[in-house]
T-cell receptor, first 118, second 113 residues
Framework: DADVTQTPRNRITKTGKRIMLECSQT?????MYWYRQDPGLGLRLIYY???????NKGEISDGYSVSRQAQAKFSLSLESAIPNQTALYFC?????????????????FGAGSRLTVL | AQSVTQLGSHVSVSEGALVLLRCNYS??????LFWYVQYPNQGLQLLLK??????LVKGINGFEAEFKKSETSFHLTKPSAHMSDAAEYFC???????????FGSGTQLTVLP
């Protein structure tokens, strides 16, 4: 089984629908992230969570919300999907165990969830 | 604030030729630098990272990168390209004082037979 599992892997929906993308991990990591990938733009951070009670907005959080249900689960919601939210979404985890270099922790990515909003 | 610029969104090389993917960064504090690779239909995986110490960093699959503070660069190289190196490569920066990893826009590497 994959260390970071994203569901669904592909989803097509209509404008205005509510969508939830789910992420679960078996790494035992405290830190979890949601990124969005668009061609030519790289990855942009939507939300991140350093533990169950610590949730923070990233650079493009508008139109999105998250829930950290447990250490292992971090879900991303689009309350009312719009076409420009069509993208590839990645969940990632990291472990701050590299003491003294907390910014240097390495991300482990899921395989991605491709969302199309019509 | 931190940012990353990857020069060249597409790079093509012949099999056996040198691979050079360029990355320049901006950071107000000493940076941590990373290269990630994304194979088709997969998530990103770490190639190599620089935190402190030796400025020439070796990674997986024969790749290496050199941190040059004076040039604010962290270019990725491989002496001899293999067909299996075809993928998209992302440079990223973070720092001990930041909580976020900032990615570049990516470089798609094509390896020609």
């Amino acid at each position: 089984d994959a260390d970071v599992t994203q569901t669904p892997r592909n989803r097509i929906t209509k404008t205005g629908k509510r969508i939830m993308l789910e992420c679960s991990q078996t790494k035992g990591h405290d830190r979890m992230y949601w990124y969005r990938q668009d061609p030519g733009l790289g990855l942009r951070l939507i939300y991140y969570s350093f533990d169950v009670k610590d949730i923070n907005k990233g650079e493009i959080s508008d139109g999105y919300s998250v829930s950290r249900q447990a250490q292992a689960k971090f879900s991303l919601s689009l309350e009312s999907a719009i076409p420009n939210q069509t993208a590839l979404y990645f969940c990632a985890t990291s472990d701050p165990s590299g003491r003294g270099h907390s910014g240097a922790n390495v991300l482990t990515f899921g395989a991605g969830s491709r969302l199309t909003v019509l | 604030a931190q940012s990353v610029t990857q020069l060249g969104s597409h790079v093509s090389v012949s099999e056996g030729a040198l691979v050079l993917l360029r990355c320049n960064y901006s950071s107000s504090v000493p940076p941590y630098l990373f290269w990630y690779v994304q194979y088709p239909n997969q998530g990103l995986q770490l190639l190599l990272k620089y935190t402190t110490g030796a400025t020439l960093v070796k990674g997986i699959n024969g790749f290496e990168a050199e941190f040059k503070k004076s040039e604010t660069s962290f270019h990725l190289t491989k002496p001899s390209a293999h067909m299996s190196d075809a993928a998209e490569y992302f440079c990223a920066v973070s720092a001990q004082t930041t909580r976020q990893l900032t990615f570049g826009s990516g470089t798609q590497l094509t390896v020609l037979p």
